[in-house]
């Protein structure tokens, strides 16, 4: 089992900065590449970005791209999202997640075994 706790959210100006970070417990956390997704309300959770387990490999969604970069301190068991330039249509409730199975299909929601509890951030105009 991996243990997730995300934090970091709040509410920001448009043009505001934020830094989510998700705190890993239980299993080796360098074992798993990481994602970040998000959830607004009345959608599905969609993919943010993704970071290889040593953390050489990043990918982006198109609307993360320049904006956003995720990091990951494997000696600390966390990740990172640094979002910078937000936007209103950033809010919504941002998850980090643990994938095993290697570096593919890291969009896809399914291929994640662990989940955090997530945690809001919303963008005001």
């Known amino acids: 089992q991996v243990q997730l706790v995300e934090s970091g959210g709040g509410l920001v100006q448009a043009g505001g900065s934020l830094r989510l970070s998700c705190a890993a417990s239980?299993?080796?956390?360098?074992?798993?590449?990481m994602g970040w997704f998000r959830q607004a309300p009345g959608k599905e959770r969609e993919f943010v970005a993704a970071i290889s387990r040593s953390g050489s490999i990043t990918y982006y969604a198109d609307s993360a791209k320049g904006r956003f970069t995720i990091s990951r301190d494997n000696a600390k068991n966390t990740l990172y999202l640094q979002m910078n330039s937000l936007k209103p249509e950033d809010t919504a409730v941002y998850y980090c997640?643990?994938?095993?199975?290697?570096?593919?299909?890291?969009?896809?929601?399914?291929?994640?075994?662990?989940w955090g509890q997530g945690t809001q951030v919303t963008v005001s105009s």
């Open positions: 997640g643990a994938k095993g199975s290697g570096w593919n299909m890291v969009p896809v929601i399914n291929e994640y075994d662990y």
């Open positions: 239980g299993r080796t956390f360098s074992n798993y590449g």
